[in-house]
């Protein structure tokens, strides 16, 4: 088969950047930041995920077909989240009941 | 039709609806992702309903989460993480061919995620006796009883999502004892470890979901507490 196979050094790397991430997201959550302490937990989050999902789930060396599927999870999922939550957000700027 | 005759002739593995060996595992993989992808959409309406109830109360959902034990959350993490690693290796045996190593690598995957549920386990029975739980003898100390409401609505998240993982994390184990049991009967080889790769790909999507639970869960404005 002529898949790609990563070195033992490269999945190790990731783990160990997975690992210090992990650390630096429990450390930053005992500072004050303010509103910017989720935007930080998040972005460590996402990038954690990220490496996860090119280095270990191989979404680098996957096919186009399978890499638009991904992407489009992930639309559809922005879809819920943004829509739904710019409805909750903005009811109190008219007035809306319910909120 | 020469062509095929012959791939299919080299490759037992290969079922006749597919051309090539390559074709046939692009289609398992778009297959796996096409299920990982609903597993996003149903993960995703948790985590709407925690981010309307976290924007609605965000003070109390901060003292709720500081109640959680962090060091066990973030040991628990590392450990999931860890599991990751050693399934990344299994799968990595398992395209070069190492049939011991797979066996190995798919057993600490499995003892890793044992772990991980018994602390979950240990963590929800503290829970109990602290009275956390939601439901008539919930209590959460120096609230209002309005506050005491909200305060639930986070731990029912709380139970809500963790449970939902972890009924994730029992059903991968299941997926480990049968890649276990079929890597015992050398069924995986360098040309056909198709399960192995689909298992791997499942057991990341529920770590990637427990990337998410745990700065969201656990790590609310921990400063406030000091």
Redesign the interface.
């Known amino acids: ?3 790609h ?2 070195s ?1 050094r490269t ?2 790397l990731v ?1 160990a950047a ?2 210090t991430l ?2 630096v ?2 450390a930053v ?4 930041l303010g509103p910017f ?2 935007v930080v ?2 972005a ?2 996402v990038c ?2 990220l490496l ?2 090119l ?3 191989h979404v680098r060396y ?2 186009g ?2 890499r638009l ?2 992407l ?3 639309l ?2 922005l879809i ?2 943004v829509l ?2 710019s409805d ?2 903005t009811r109190s700027w008219v007035g809306v009941p319910g909120r | 039709m020469a062509n095929d005759a012959h791939a299919h002739a080299q490759s037992p593995a290969l079922r006749v609806q597919f051309d090539t060996e390559t074709q046939q595992k692009d289609a398992s993989t778009l297959g796996m992702w096409l299920f990982l992808v609903t597993e996003v959409m149903f993960f995703g309406g948790m985590f709407l309903v925690y981010t309307v109830y976290r924007h609605a109360y965000p003070g109390i959902f901060a003292i709720a989460s500081s109640s959680l034990n962090v060091y066990i959350g973030a040991a628990n993490t590392i450990v999931l993480l860890c599991s990751s690693f050693t399934m990344v290796l299994a799968v990595r045996a398992a395209q070069l061919g190492q049939r011991q190593a797979i066996i190995l690598f798919l057993i600490l995957t499995l003892v890793l995620g044992g772990v991980f549920l018994g602390v979950k386990a240990y963590e929800w029975n503290e829970k109990f006796q602290e009275h956390h739980i939601p439901g008539s003898s919930f209590h959460f100390e120096g609230m209002q009883p309005d506050e005491q409401a909200h305060a639930q609505l986070f731990f029912s998240l709380y139970f809500a999502m963790t449970g939902l993982h972890a009924l994730h994390m029992v059903i991968g184990v299941g997926v480990l004892l049968f890649l276990i049991r079929q890597a015992q009967k050398g069924k995986y080889s360098a040309e056909y470890m198709t399960p192995v790769d689909i298992g791997g790909l499942y057991w990341h999507f529920v770590d990637i979901i427990w990337i998410f639970l745990y700065p969201l869960l656990y790590l609310i404005d921990r400063h406030l507490k000091g």
Not at chain 1, 29 to 32: E, G, P, Q, T, Y
Request: glycine content about 4%; aromatic content about 12%.
């Open positions: 088969m002529s898949e196979i990563d033992v999945y190790a783990f997975l690992i992990t650390v997201t429990t959550a005992f500072v004050d302490s989720v937990a998040l460590i989050a954690k995920a996860v999902a280095f270990f789930m996957s096919t077909l399978t599927v991904v489009g999870g992930l559809w999922l819920l989240l739904t939550m909750i957000l």
